[in-house]
């Protein structure tokens, strides 16, 4: 399929590799003129703006957005101006679901459908493949199935439901995965003040990814920051909340379901950003920049 893709950032230059090798056509724009030239020598082909871009592609076309929340309304209104009836614009990034549903209604009244992707798996992607979470009008998912089956692993992806749903398990996941981090993070913490300070974390880390009822993905991450940075020097210890978790806590107030462990993961990124930084901080920070290229320090 010919593609168009507007983002070429940490995921957008991932899937540009997948997409290129599984012989997809790519053609793709950033405001970042090295994003594009990097895709260019990946086998994309360059677009200096979105107009470009679309006169590039066929009709009717198939863009994704692989960009940040703040910008997709402006892309998505400047889209439905340029793009033929029946095209198909994809939102990847970590839209809130609710403005998706919003979103997918003006797609339809200008003749277009808009397919929402909710993207995990970070800068492991591009090797391993992503993990994608799938909202819309079934026909459309069928119709941009073959871009999911190049860039998710096997197994990797599921139409969950309608518009929105795709983002809204993604904001789920990503809720889960701050609960999930915060505990590593205490423990490791916990390993390391208390009453035996002087053990090997990394060790341990490793000694949990064989057989242990705690091993997975984000245990093998902290494993290699501690390996890395045992005391993890040099991270302020700050570290961000870039949505999810807070709309999903919106979500349970307004269900009037708890989600304790959630909010309290949520807590604590909002005080280290107020100066409550700890151990267990810093390795927040290291896990991020790890999995997602995020910034050490703020």
Known sequence: MKIGLVGLGKMGSQMVTRLVGAGHEIVATDTN?????????????????????????????????????????AEIEALTELLPKGSIIIDGGNSDYRLTQKRAATCQQAGLELV??????????????????????????????????????????????????GHFTKMVHNAIEYGVMEAYAEGY????????????????????QHGSIIEGKLNHIAEQALHANPQLEGIDGVVAESGEARWALEVAEAHQIAAPTIQAAFDVRLASQQGATTFATKLLAAMRNIFGGHPLNK
């Open 189 to 208: 913490r916990l390993l390391r003040e208390a009453d035996y300070p002087n053990l090997d974390l990394a060790a341990i880390a490793n000694l949990w």
């Open 33 to 73: 003129q090295a994003a594009v030239e990097l895709a260019v020598r990946q086998g994309a082909t360059a677009a200096t703006d979105r107009e470009a871009l679309v006169d590039a592609l066929d009709a009717p076309a198939v863009v994704w957005l692989m960009i940040p929340a703040a910008f997709v309304q």
């Open 116 to 165: 929402d992707v909710g993207t995990s798996g970070g800068l492991l992607g591009a090797e391993q493949g992503f993990s994608m979470m799938i909202g819309g009008d079934a026909t459309a998912v069928n119709t941009v199935m073959p871009i999911i089956q190049a860039l998710a692993q096997p197994n990797g992806y599921q139409h969950v439901g309608p518009h929105g749903a």
